[in-house]
């Protein structure tokens, strides 16, 4: 092999040795900020109605920032995890996602949020699950949307297959998710259970996999989650 070829070998080759750590380090950190952020939603003023309907959610994702590329729109996105309950009330480990959309109905002004979704029955989180999913596409799906006047909007969401809160510096934000797209980051899976080749069904409903590193997020939801 001709010497520049060497060298680039002998550059490459690290690289591809960390890659898998590296890969797995950031979604541990998605993890994270996802438990940093259900907890200070979780303990946010006027937060009972949230903490009511996590209680009767069948699973949950986190988006712990959303991020708003252009003034008013332009593309936003952000990297979630998806964690669901089990019969007897316990939590899943969680399967990354992301959300990405080119019309996120953030208000002017609004940089980021913290987005929280909850999925409330199985025929939602199948759609979820499924494939890549548009939100606002399945007219089957009801989608009801908590914002900052949150009492009393429960009402219309007793009856919703998925109901999202949004929080932007500490207060809830009217965010419209309409045309978001959830898609499924199995890249990230792989990485955080390595030697698993389990898929978001596998990890959500099934519970085939584990990592020590989500505990403190099945923690949380198990506190405030019932």
Avoid: H
């Avoid at 996120?104 to 759609?127: R, T």
């Avoid at 109901?163 to 899976?189: I, K, M, N, P």
């Amino acid at each position: 092999m001709p010497r520049f070829g060497l060298v680039i070998l002998a550059a490459i080759l690290p690289l591809v040795a960390c890659a898998g750590p590296t890969q797995e380090s950031e979604a541990q950190r998605v993890v994270d900020r996802a438990t940093l952020t259900l907890e200070d939603i979780m303990t946010s003023p006027n937060s009972a109605d949230v903490v009511q309907t996590l209680k009767n959610a069948r699973a949950v994702m986190i988006c712990p920032r959303v991020f708003k590329a252009g003034f008013i729109l332009g593309g936003s996105g952000g990297d979630c995890v998806l964690v669901g309950r089990a019969a007897q009330g316990s939590w899943s480990a969680p399967a990354f996602y992301s959300i990405g959309s080119g019309s996120f109905g953030l208000q002017a002004g609004i940089q980021d949020a913290s987005i929280l979704m909850m999925i409330m029955n199985d025929k939602a989180l199948n759609a979820v699950i499924n494939s890549q999913f548009k939100i606002g596409a399945d007219a089957s799906i009801a989608v009801a949307t908590i914002g900052a006047g949150i009492g009393g909007s429960t009402t219309a969401a007793l009856s919703a297959d998925i109901v999202t809160f949004a929080q932007e510096r500490g207060l809830f934000a009217g965010v419209s998710l309409d045309g978001a797209l959830l898609s499924s980051d199995y890249a990230s899976d792989q990485a955080y259970y390595s030697g698993s080749n389990a898929d978001a069904r596998q990890i959500v409903i099934g519970m085939q996999a584990n990592n020590p590193g989500a505990n403190p997020l099945r923690a949380v939801l198990a506190r405030y989650g019932g």
